[in-house]
């Protein structure tokens, strides 16, 4: 198995172009192929975690698009303001 670091954007490219073609037919887990595959996914998540971090988003909007994602938006807008005081206006202005 002659599999190289992922330390350049080339590195990261080429590893992705592997990984894609293992998307279509994915390898079975105990075989040389599946470990392939599980070291090369593995190698580009850590290039991605060095040099694309994900930030956190702001706690506001985290809970506005949780909310918004189960339908609960204005019900649990109105027990927000009513239970805890939170200004109507800072829940849903944009």
């Known amino acids: ?5 992922v330390r350049t954007e080339v590195d990261y ?13 994915e390898p079975a887990l105990d075989s040389e192929e599946g470990d392939r ?6 190698l580009v998540e850590a290039y991605e975690a060095k040099h694309y971090p ?5 706690p506001i909007e985290a809970i506005r698009f949780r909310m918004e994602q189960g339908g609960l938006t ?11 005081g939170i200004p109507a206006e800072s829940l849903i202005g944009r």
């Open 1 to 5: 198995m002659n599999i190289r670091p």
């Open 13 to 25: 490219q080429n590893a992705l172009r592997e990984l894609e073609a293992y998307f279509e037919n």
């Open 37 to 42: 595959f599980e070291i090369l996914a593995t």
């Open 54 to 58: 994900i930030e956190l988003p702001d």
């Open 74 to 84: 204005l019900e649990m807008i109105c027990n927000l303001h009513r239970n805890l």
